[in-house]
């Protein structure tokens, strides 16, 4: 059974790389917004301990072969901005899925597009896999926009998909298939 390596991939202006333990200020920083708390692992507005737990699961995933978290980093600084991941659930069927969160203060800059169009390049050269899926809130448009400028097609509406805030929330399904 061959290991998962966590590759650090370039984005342009931007790197996904691993999560790195001084990451948990921008963490920390992230789980401010009750958003992200609801739809990720990250505790709503995160004691260090917390983030540092948040870190560690992301590193876990390559090791227990469930996906790839990447922080999306500014290649020039290395700090961290937002996170995007390639979770391998249904990779024995060829699926893939990609999921995201973007702190507020970089929202509407592109950055998700140029990471998503990178991992989605790099996932769909994964062995084995020929499609990814993007599961995305009605309401965001945003998300949207970014998944379509990507090369994603919505294939329809799963309605109580996804439970979020603990209620069922309705989802935009994506793919993009190679």
Avoid at 143 to 167: D, Y
Wanted: aromatic share 10%; hydrophobic share 40%.
């Amino acid at each position: 059974m061959k290991i998962l390596e966590q590759p650090t991939l370039d984005a342009n202006s931007f790197r996904l790389r691993p999560f790195l333990d001084n990451d948990v200020v921008a963490v920390q920083q992230a789980s401010a917004d009750q958003y992200i708390s609801h739809i990720t692992t990250l505790a709503f507005e995160s004691t260090r301990e917390q983030a540092l737990s948040f870190i560690q699961r992301q590193r876990q995933r390559v090791i227990d072969k469930t996906g790839y978290s990447f922080a999306i980093a500014d290649a020039g600084s290395d700090l961290v901005v937002d996170q995007i991941g390639l979770w391998l659930r249904n990779a024995d069927r060829g699926r893939a899925s990609i999921g995201y969160w973007i702190a507020k203060e970089h929202r509407d800059r592109g950055i998700i597009t140029r990471a998503l169009e990178t991992l989605s390049i790099w996932g769909l050269a994964h062995p084995g896999i020929h499609r990814l899926e993007l599961y995305v809130e009605p309401w965001n448009l945003a998300s949207w926009h970014a998944a379509q400028a990507c090369g994603f097609e919505r294939e329809g509406l799963l309605r109580g998909w996804e439970i979020i805030n603990g209620e069922p929330k309705d989802l935009y399904m994506y793919s993009r298939l190679s």
